[in-house]
C-alpha cells in the first residue's frame, strides 16, 4: 500500500498559506499544494472537506485541519508523527 500524500489547499498570497507551504518544506513533508483562489472546483472540494472557505486548509488522509497557523499545524504533524 502506498502511503497517501497530504493535500494543503491555499489561496494565492494568504500569508499564513505561505507560511504553511514554507514550515512544510522545512520539514522535507512532501505534500500536493491545490490553489484555490483560481480554481472553483478546488474551492468546492475544501469546502465539503472543511466546512468553510478559510485557507490553508490541510487534508492528511481524511483528517482535516482548517483555517490555521503553523502553530496549530506543528502540533498536528507531530500527533501523526510527521516531524
Given at each position: 500500500?502506498?502511503a ?5 489547499f ?16 522545512q520539514?522535507?513533508?512532501?505534500f500536493e ?9 478546488a474551492?468546492e ?15 492528511w488522509?481524511?483528517?482535516i485541519?482548517?483555517?490555521?497557523g ?8 507531530k ?5
Amino acid at each position: 500500500m502506498s502511503a497517501i500524500i497530504p493535500r494543503l489547499f491555499v489561496k494565492t498570497g494568504c500569508p499564513w498559506c505561505i507560511g504553511a507551504i514554507d514550515f512544510l518544506n522545512q520539514h522535507q513533508i512532501e505534500f500536493e499544494e491545490i490553489v484555490v483562489s483560481s480554481d472553483p472546483t478546488a474551492m468546492e472540494e475544501m469546502v465539503k472537506l472543511s466546512g468553510q472557505t478559510k485557507a490553508p486548509t490541510m487534508d492528511w488522509n481524511g483528517e482535516i485541519l482548517a483555517d490555521f497557523g503553523v502553530e496549530e499545524l506543528e502540533p498536528f504533524l507531530k500527533e501523526r508523527h510527521a516531524i
